[in-house]
């Protein structure tokens, strides 16, 4: 009986059930495997971010060792008396240029810094094109829903922090709390004159600078151009060479993105828009969902990423602190807590955080 040639016989093919349970384990590899990529993505993002905040800091700090002051904040709430020519008690006034702008040359970016006309706004033609620039170390890899700016102005994900108006008892937004240092009113952080070391009575390490403030919108804000400044930075003068339009706080160079802590006008019982009995929070307040509650819609000021600390980060956001070092702020942070981190002379001690 002759034997078969095994050479001849037609090579075997999977069955279907076969192929689909092949098909099935490789599904569930790859659905195993792209959250580890997602959080390896994220983590990268993350350390980026912090990595930028670090950078600001060191800047912060080889800013006030050549001017013997830090950089200014950008906005504040300025008593009258202090302003030229006085204004009503404790209006809104802005610093001729942004934090961000007054730290340049300590962040490699002494070529921009060069080319800045400080005789005028960041929306004059002088001074246009270098605001447009895009620099990386102002930006958070980890943001969503930032549109690009209407007038192609370089944008940025981060706060420097101008003062803090949360009440000491109640954590409760309150217009009327008094402040530290210099005659201005709400006073915190870097303060809208730039104020010295010294002037940090609760210790750098206690005390933001710069907070993140990732997602809010390319839209106008509500301050008409350089209205009123105050004179401080190399070669500024208060009355300015005017651009066009309105503060846009998503800019980097522009003043209006220095911020007040607040909490959202939830929080706050002079709002229309308060609503007793709400859960105190600062940080990351209103993030869900995308825009904001019916309650606190991104659209109004102080809600979600709108002059707040916001992040797009996991469980909180990144500051950097006087001294330097860079700290991940729990969004759930209390807000008397989030107060002293603020207020860089209240004089009440932090604790752990």
Known sequence: MARQN????????????????VIAIIAILIALLL???????????????KNNLKQMGLA?????????????????????????????AY???????????????YVDQDSIYKKWNFNAHYTNGANQAAAQSKIEVFTCPTHAGMKEDPFAYGQTHYMPTAYTDIDPTTGLRNKSVGGTGLGATKEGGLGLFGNKYAAVKDGTANTISIIEDSGVGATTGAYVAATQTIGGAPGAVSAQLLGTGNTCPNRWADPDNGSGVSGPPTQDPTSS?????????VINQNKNPLGGTAACP???????????????HAGGVH???LDGTVRFLNENLDTHVVRKLVDRADGQPVGEF
Not at 70 to 75: D, I, K, L, N, T
Not at 99 to 105: E, G, I
Not at 273 to 281: E, F, I, R, V, W
């Open 319 to 321: 500051a950097a602190m």
């Open 6 to 21: 095994l050479d001849s016989r037609s090579p075997r093919g999977f069955t279907l059930i076969e192929l689909l349970v």
């Open 298 to 312: 991104w659209t109004s000021n102080n809600c979600g990423p709108n002059d707040e600390p916001f992040s797009y």
């Open 60 to 88: 912060i700090a080889n800013y006030e060792g050549t001017f013997k002051r830090m950089p200014s904040a950008g906005e504040g709430t300025l008593d009258y008396a202090l302003a030229v020519p006085p204004l009503a």
């Open 91 to 105: 209006n809104r006034t802005f610093f001729p240029v942004s934090t961000f702008t007054q730290m340049l040359p």
């Open 35 to 49: 959250p580890a990529v997602q959080q390896a993505r994220e983590a990268a993002r993350r350390s980026q971010c």
């Open 273 to 281: 828009l308060y609503a007793m009995g709400t859960k105190n929070k």
